[in-house]
DNA sequence: CTGAAAGCGCTTACAG
DNA sequence: CTGAAAGCGCTTACAG
């Protein structure tokens, strides 16, 4: 409609228009160094009408910033739990957005760190958030060693991470002792990777519950480090075999296998056998029966996550170690 | 140990060590412009021993680039088929890494581009892959006007979009007609949101192969837009009464709940009512009895979307439709 | 084949 | 309060 194909408008356009200094264009956007009102408000007045915005790549280039935070993504397909994944990234990009700062993508298969290095090394990030921890991590210590700012989602025993996790020991502890307390003591733990970090907390706080219970764990009856479904099936034949009472399943993933598999060998829940999982997701939303498990607000658990990797990038004190609040949901399949 | 915190290295001390003009680095680096086979393999060498990485922000400036593509996720909460994005993400991330670039991460919700329009203002993508599109779509027309080079993944009626899809219509136009060869008639559609396009394709798929089996649809038995598991509860409810043979699924989350809410009636899938879905994730993956339904490979999908948006950046010509293949799976679910 | 210089679009000491 | 100039780390006509 007669527009002409506007080349970008720069901030050397709005100076000249003006007839003041790129300097003072710049300081009037930034807000950074003394400038008259009189001034500012011009420039302010003019860049709005004009709609002029400041390239962010120029800008970054000259405070050696990019705005860009990179979030590792767990790339393992079966094990991971999308929804929390998923959730956790909107919370994160609900405060980046906020703050002006972009998410860029990385995704970490079983510790292979090369995509975070690229990104690191081309300088694209000024800080990053793991959304998984492991025992060992490559990551982390490839972040240290870099010294590039970053957060943990999930809890690290390296020292100096910072780490915003959920309460899973005492978490897990809680819904432990509350099943035994109904008086289930022959209970089957069931997956988890022990190369995980979350789950040496989760079995911590399963072992504090029978300690607290005065009770004594059945070693034979945990099954950690489960790395395919035939094994899952496999496992609850024995537990069925073993007469257990309850089936503690470490994720959702395993637990819908372990439903599964008790659905086809025709076993109900919960009049043959109670089954809780100790982290909830829509997995299991819509099983029947509702299964007991532990509620964590992912979303609330990536904003805090992103809101402290901001604050490390600025140079801020933050807290090592941040623990939320967790949800035990009791439901049919304990019942 | 006894290392001193090095200062990035540049393109200049590269240039000084060697005695040679940063534009001789350039060029060796790039491979663009003329340069002796000497002198190229001489700075090649020396930025291989010193580990030196180009700043990609830097040249990115020069070249008005970013290497960075925005990939838009829906984030509609509980519609969304989580797997399959995931799959997709994965595969625009497998082809985007060798090629060099890196996914900055948008997130829409419903129709809302104001995270899109941030980030191209920004200027901080060379193209953008849209997951999802609408009948009506903001992000399309916003980018078309923006003339930024985009592709989509899933069909599109606007003109001169490029578009990335399987062929959804006449998946589920196979799929239908089985199931009314199986000498099922009365089959209800339930779920699908009809500003979705790729809703409207599965409703055409539908209606073709009433057509071509000479059957007529009874559109009481057509059941859109629901936007909440109360609302599928009660059509389930209906269906029932109304002795329908086989339910047909848009999507798996729909899906999901409606084989809940038939275990929670007690009726027997595929004994009292089959049941299908005209698509396959995890979400019902370990469902008992295991569900018919149409098969694409999600990740393929990602690959081919990402090669091409990078084809249409580079100014290369390509199909302006693209349509992969499917798999119809026939499970327990319609036996 | 190689280099000096201008340019990408900003920021920021420094000087006035 | 304001501006000229250098700089962020590259690329790329242009000239030789």
New binding site residues.
Partial sequence: MGKEEK??I???DVAEAL?????????A??G?????????DRVLKYIEEHD????V???G????KTYNLCVVMPGDYDVVDLTFFQECLFGIQEIAGIMEYDILLSICKNNDISSLERIISNRKVDGVILMRTFVEDRQIEYLQEKKVPFVTIGSSNYTGVIQIDHNHKSACKELTSIILMKGMKRIALIGGDENHVVTQSRLRGFREAYEKMGEVIDPTMLFLNLDNHVVIDKIVEEVLERKAECILCMDDAVCSRVLKKLREKHVKVPKDIRVASFYNSSVLENNVPSITSLSFDAKELGMVACKTVLDVIEGAEVETRTLLPYEVVLKESTK
């Fill in positions: 080349k970008n720069t901030i050397a007839g003041v200094s790129k300097t003072t264009v710049s300081r956007i930034s950074k160094g003394r400038i008259g009102q009189e001034t500012r002029y915005k400041p390239n790549i120029a800008k280039l000259a405070q050696s």
